[in-house]
């Protein structure tokens, strides 16, 4: 069982930066993909992000403005996004999941979720 838990999250201006974090429980942090997803109203939750090991993969929509890390030490995972966009508006979530061989983007292949955390970005 692993325990997700968002933060950072909050209102800023289009330009601007945000650091989400995401500290998780258990011993076994650094076995597990993390992935951030987001939803924004009246959408589906989509990926933004995912990391195992040294591999990452982002949505084509955030290359070059977010970058996702981890810390195995302190078990948790980072999102740093800049030079945000009104379109970046969203509940940002946090995600665990098994790895499989690959990166995975699908929300179906993560196991844990964080509550979310939101992220506005006004223009």
């Known amino acids: 069982q692993v325990q997700l838990v968002e933060s950072g999250g909050g209102l800023v201006q289009a330009g601007d930066s945000l650091r989400l974090s995401c500290a998780a429980s258990g011993r076994t942090f650094s076995t597990y993909v993390m992935g951030w997803f987001r939803q924004a109203p009246g959408k589906e939750r989509e990926f933004v992000a995912t990391t195992w090991s040294a591999e990452t993969e982002y949505t084509d929509s955030v290359k070059g403005r977010f970058t996702i890390s981890r810390d195995n030490g302190k078990n948790t995972v980072y999102l740093q996004m800049n030079s945000l966009k009104p379109e970046d508006t969203a509940v940002y979530y946090c995600?665990?999941?098994?790895?499989?061989?690959?990166?995975?983007?699908?929300?179906?292949?993560?196991?844990?979720w964080g509550q979310g955390t939101q992220v506005t970005v006004s223009s």
């Open positions: 995600a665990a999941g098994r790895y499989i061989g690959v990166l995975t983007i699908r929300v179906s292949e993560y196991t844990y």
